[in-house]
């Protein structure tokens, strides 16, 4: 049984987290759940290094880079976070994998089975570290990691339509595109899912499975009891976008950057 630490201080995000893991890997026993440096500090000076970490990396009182710094840790640690702008520094401290918030089930699959293999083997890093880092410190590698336009029809035309122009992305039995200008066009692709792998997540927001928000596209956010929250977007939009309680957490950190 693999022994493994949460590291996250939000707690609804940290209770998806952990079911996501149990459900994709039973051979993994969530030991603990640390909401912040403090606590961290203070589990590390009374317990023994885990086989593995799940880490976010902007906690509430400062990042978790700090608890590398302080300790010794040789074990693997797969970082969460609604950002990806610490992804260099990550892999220096034990990173093996980065995933962005929310944490999809395949890549968390993909991200454990590599730890599980460190972990057998005793290895340092995957034997993709140096890919990983050399992409990660490209410039040019991220600037062209995401799309810059989409080819649409429009009266029996194709057009582009540039991804800075682009407020939402909207599924409505077909997916189509609204602009900050009000423009609707139908988009070619067969899931938001293939879309959502195309945009900076800095920029755009899976907001549910209907649809993909543009950060700049928020007029105001309403939050219910339920702790669900509704997005509006900004005129001529008119359109009004659902987050569940379980994304409320992460939309906000995206959000409060």
């Not at 956010?221 to 509704?230: A, D, S």
Request: glycine fraction near 2%; aromatic fraction near 12%; hydrophobic fraction near 40%.
């Amino acid at each position: 049984m693999i022994k493994a630490l949460i590291i996250e201080d939000e707690h609804l995000i940290a209770k998806e987290l952990q079911y996501k893991i149990s459900d994709v890997a039973e051979d993994i026993e969530i030991i603990q759940v640390l909401p912040s440096l403090k606590t961290a500090f203070k589990w590390f000076m009374e317990n023994a290094e885990p086989d593995l970490i799940f880490a976010d990396i902007q906690l509430s009182d400062g990042i978790s880079f700090e608890i590398f710094k302080r300790y010794d840790l040789k074990c693997p640690v797969i970082f969460t976070t609604a950002y990806d702008e610490y992804a260099i520094q990550a892999f220096k401290v034990n990173g093996i994998d980065y995933l962005l918030k929310p944490v999809d089930s395949d890549d968390l699959t993909k991200a454990i089975d590599k730890s599980r293999s460190i972990i057998n083997s005793k290895a340092e890093y995957p034997n993709d570290f140096h890919q990983l880092i050399s992409l990660i410190s490209n410039p040019d590698a991220l600037k062209n990691k995401f799309k810059e336009q989409f080819i649409v029809s429009h009266r029996k035309q194709w057009i582009p339509v540039l991804v800075k122009d682009i407020a939402c992305f909207y599924r409505d039995s077909i997916n189509f595109i609204y602009t900050f200008s009000g423009e609707k066009y139908m988009l070619d692709f067969a899931t938001l899912e293939e879309v959502e792998e195309l945009l900076d997540p800095k920029q755009f927001y899976r907001s549910n499975r209907q649809s993909i928000i543009n950060i700049n596209a928020i007029q105001s956010v309403k939050p219910h009891e339920n702790q669900k929250l509704t997005v509006s977007l900004i005129p001529p939009l008119k359109l009004e976008v659902d987050i569940s309680r379980e994304k409320a957490p992460a939309f906000k950190k995206w959000l409060d950057r």
